[in-house]
């Protein structure tokens, strides 16, 4: 079964830092895109940064551009995203998701930023 | 960045219904569309990919259609599990956008 899993949510001071990471299984991991993609209480969808296969190529939402890095490690079917600078606005469900056409998504990881 | 913009942004149908649901895009993306579906709490599940690919385990009351600009979402005949929010992204630049969801509601 292809499979997504999210860690690494919790808490966080605005100003704050936290790593999110997700592990892959089921597929080769390898061979695909990744994307990080967002939803904020009761808002809609918001895509956050995408990583090619073998990270040469690395995109990034303007509202994200600066403060949050997108990384991945192959040989451990891994996605990191390290989010530095947290705003308030930053408060949402991460999931990520494989590809350019999110065919598989993970269940999330939460993350709230508050003092 | 490309725009995604979905109308309506709610709507209100009975069991049986056909409903539509449009995206235009702000510049020409082919047929680079993809729908998704969400249900509260869960992740999104994509319902079709490529404009009118319609994604295993989605029933056949389901069609998207479109090119371009402007996209369609389509339910033949609305059963009780189609009440959730229904999303349009386009996956034609690297930069994705979705648009703001359309959620479904029983009348």
């Known amino acids: 079964e292809e499979q997504l899993v999210e860690s690494g949510g919790g808490l966080v001071k605005p100003g704050g830092s936290l790593r999110l990471s997700c592990a892959a299984s089921?597929?080769?991991?390898?061979?695909?895109?990744m994307n990080w993609v967002r939803q904020a209480p009761g808002q809609g969808l918001e895509w956050v940064s995408s990583?090619?296969?073998?990270?040469?190529?690395?995109y990034y939402a303007g509202s994200v551009q600066g403060r949050f890095t997108i990384s991945r490690d192959n040989a451990k079917n891994s996605l990191f995203l390290q989010m530095n600078s947290l705003r308030a606005e930053d408060t949402a469900v991460y999931y990520c998701?494989?590809?350019?056409?999110?065919?598989?998504w993970g269940q999330g990881t939460t993350v709230a930023v508050s003092s | 960045d490309i725009q995604m913009t979905q109308s309506p942004s709610s709507l209100s149908a009975s069991v049986g219904d056909r409903v539509t649901i449009t995206c235009r895009a702000s510049?020409?993306?082919?047929?680079?569309l993809n729908w998704y579906q969400q249900k509260p709490g869960k992740a999104p599940n994509l319902l079709i990919y490529a404009a009118s690919s319609l994604q295993s385990g989605f029933p056949a009351r389901f069609s998207g259609s479109g090119s371009g600009t402007d996209f369609t979402l389509t339910i033949s005949s609305l059963q009780p599990e189609d009440f959730a929010t229904y999303y349009c992204q386009q996956s034609y630049s690297s930069l994705i956008t979705f648009g703001q969801g359309t959620r479904l509601e029983i009348k």
């Open positions: 998701a494989r590809d350019m056409v999110f065919a598989v």
């Open positions: 990583i090619s296969s073998d990270s040469t190529y690395i």
């Open positions: 510049q020409s993306i082919s047929r680079f």
């Open positions: 089921g597929f080769s991991f390898s061979s695909y895109t």
